[in-house]
């Protein structure tokens, strides 16, 4: 984020949409993580500032909940379903596939360049499709670790292309 005088416009903008109601504290946390992509701390705290609310009690909401992150996340959202299905029908040889296309790790799930993160959920309740993985919120069902892999590169060579 930058230091510069405007850097909240947005988030006044989403709490002015929800009526700066703290009873829409959630709401107002998904839509702020939908502009940055994350929770940035001092947003947190600006929010809590807004509402009236403790800046622990925000946080504690933040955290709480497993859709919310603190973290900084790439521009194009990859989940990899490891649940039973998925995992029995090849997850790990796509995750596997996923972390060297990308340079990615264990502990590093997102690109430098903040293009791409790659995450493993439990289940998306597509087991049929196992195994699964969806970017940005579309589904690739019985997908391999070659096609994934085509995937990434598809969106990589359209970033390029704008």
């Given at each position: 984020?930058?230091?510069?005088?405007?850097?909240f416009d947005?988030?006044?903008?989403?709490l002015?949409?929800?009526?700066?109601d703290?009873?829409?504290?959630?709401?107002?946390?998904?839509?702020?993580?939908?502009?940055?992509?994350?929770?940035?701390?001092?947003?947190?705290?600006?929010?809590?500032?807004?509402?009236?609310?403790?800046?622990?009690?925000?946080?504690?909401?933040?955290?709480?909940?497993?859709?919310?992150?603190?973290?900084?996340?790439?521009?194009h959202m990859?989940?990899?379903?490891?649940?039973?299905?998925?995992?029995?029908?090849?997850?790990?040889?796509i995750?596997?596939?996923?972390?060297?296309e990308?340079?990615?790790s264990?502990?590093?799930?997102t690109?430098?360049?903040?293009?791409?993160?790659?995450?493993?959920?439990?289940?998306?309740g597509a087991?049929?499709?196992?195994?699964?993985?969806?970017?940005?919120d579309?589904?690739?069902?019985?997908?391999?670790?070659?096609?994934?892999?085509?995937?990434?590169r598809?969106i990589?060579?359209?970033a390029?292309?704008t």
């Amino acid at each position: 984020m930058t230091d510069s005088p405007r850097k909240f416009d947005r988030v006044v903008e989403i709490l002015e949409i929800n009526r700066r109601d703290p009873a829409r504290l959630i709401p107002i946390l998904q839509q702020v993580q939908d502009f940055y992509r994350y929770l940035p701390e001092e947003v947190l705290t600006f929010i809590a500032t807004s509402l009236a609310l403790p800046p622990s009690h925000v946080y504690g909401v933040a955290t709480f909940y497993a859709h919310f992150t603190l973290v900084p996340k790439g521009k194009h959202m990859c989940k990899l379903c490891d649940g039973t299905a998925c995992h029995v029908r090849g997850s790990m040889p796509i995750l596997e596939a996923l972390h060297k296309e990308l340079k990615l790790s264990e502990t590093k799930d997102t690109t430098d360049d903040m293009l791409f993160t790659v995450e493993t959920v439990s289940c998306l309740g597509a087991c049929g499709l196992a195994p699964v993985l969806v970017i940005d919120d579309k589904v690739y069902g019985n997908v391999s670790p070659e096609e994934s892999v085509k995937l990434i590169r598809d969106i990589k060579t359209s970033a390029e292309e704008t």
